[in-house]
């Protein structure tokens, strides 16, 4: 699968920055998505045109987690992965399968654990397989030094109470997709979590409050993403028509995360690239080759595993 930029001849029909801006980072893409299947390298092209030369595959089950390191492995430096099971997938969890995540968060393309969490909102899973396997993937990542990429839908509560007993083992976990409310943002960022923002915050009939929260995110602490191909922004300029999120939508969503904050977008492109390549050890600037340089105070991959 090739990646070149020079092949997309239709960057323009993405309402996004050109590229040559800041090199920015989708911390939450699910390209292993079998909507991505027939033009992963298109999607990749035109997330690239637009700005977004890093993208950090999210591995939710075991299969999806040895797909997105095996993507990452093919487009190195502008893919990464993660490598967990998602709360929908505890029911079928077992012993076996956090050997098979150790295996995999050891590998060089792996730079999370995660997405684990809870999710109560439609339960796929029992509640009890959910709570079981949240707190033993939080505590492989802590055994092995390594970040969190977490989920929480419906279920703050316990969701806080596993997380705050592990806390102190893990380096750094993000709440990915937040979507809550001021108090439990609150609760977040007094576990020093960082927190993932996504189109949501776009959608005028369920995210507008999130608006009004982002100010209160450290920027050294916020991280944007797309989660597509899901969460498709609902005031993208020209929506494709088959509602389809992709990485190359993650500036707009950048600006309606900067206008929140009511900071200037470039200082909240750079510091959610500075933020994101510190979470997930990723070193300097890469990818597109953006103008971005290589921020001084982010240690190299090394120093965060
Ligand atoms: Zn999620």
């Known amino acids: 699968m090739s990646g070149d930029v020079s092949d997309v001849s239709d960057a323009s029909d993405v309402s996004t920055d050109p590229a040559g801006s800041i090199d920015l980072v989708d911390i939450g893409v699910n390209l292993t998505h079998k909507r991505f299947r027939a033009d992963l390298a298109d999607v990749i092209a035109r997330a690239r045109a637009a700005g977004v030369g890093t993208m950090v595959v999210t591995g939710t089950s075991l299969a999806g987690s040895w797909a997105a390191w095996e993507l990452a492995r093919q487009h190195p430096g502008v893919l990464h992965a993660t490598a967990g099971v998602h709360p929908h997938g505890a029911r079928d969890c077992t012993g076996d399968t956090l050997a098979e995540l150790r295996d995999l968060a050891c590998r060089a393309e ?44 419906a279920a703050h509560g316990d969701f806080l109470a596993i997380l705050r007993e592990r806390r102190a083992a893990l380096p750094a976990a993000v709440v990915h997709c937040f ?20 189109g949501w915050i776009c959608d005028e009939r369920r995210g507008l409050h999130l608006r009004d929260l982002v100010a209160r995110i450290p920027l050294e602490r916020l991280m944007i993403e797309t989660d597509a191909p899901f ?27 900067a206008a929140a ?29 953006a103008a971005d340089p290589a ?5 190299s991959a090394a120093g965060t595993r």
């Open 179 to 198: 979507t809550g409310s001021a108090a439990e943002l609150d609760a977040y960022l007094d576990l020093d979590l960082h927190i993932g923002i996504t």
């Open 110 to 153: 792996v730079r999370a654990v995660g997405e684990c969490g809870l999710d109560y909102d439609r339960n796929f899973s029992p509640p009890p397989d959910q709570r079981r396997w949240f707190a033993a993937q939080v505590e492989l990542a802590g055994e092995l030094s390594m970040p969190v990429f977490l989920h929480e839908r």
């Open 261 to 289: 904050a009511g900071k200037p977008r470039d200082e909240v492109a750079r510091a959610t690239t500075r933020a994101a390549r510190r979470f997930f050890g990723l070193g300097g600037a890469a990818g597109t080759g």
């Open 231 to 257: 969460l498709m922004p609902r005031d993208l300029p020209r929506p494709p028509p088959d509602r389809r999120n992709e990485p190359a939508f993650l500036p707009h969503i950048l600006d309606r995360v």
């Open 295 to 299: 921020p001084a105070d982010v240690p």
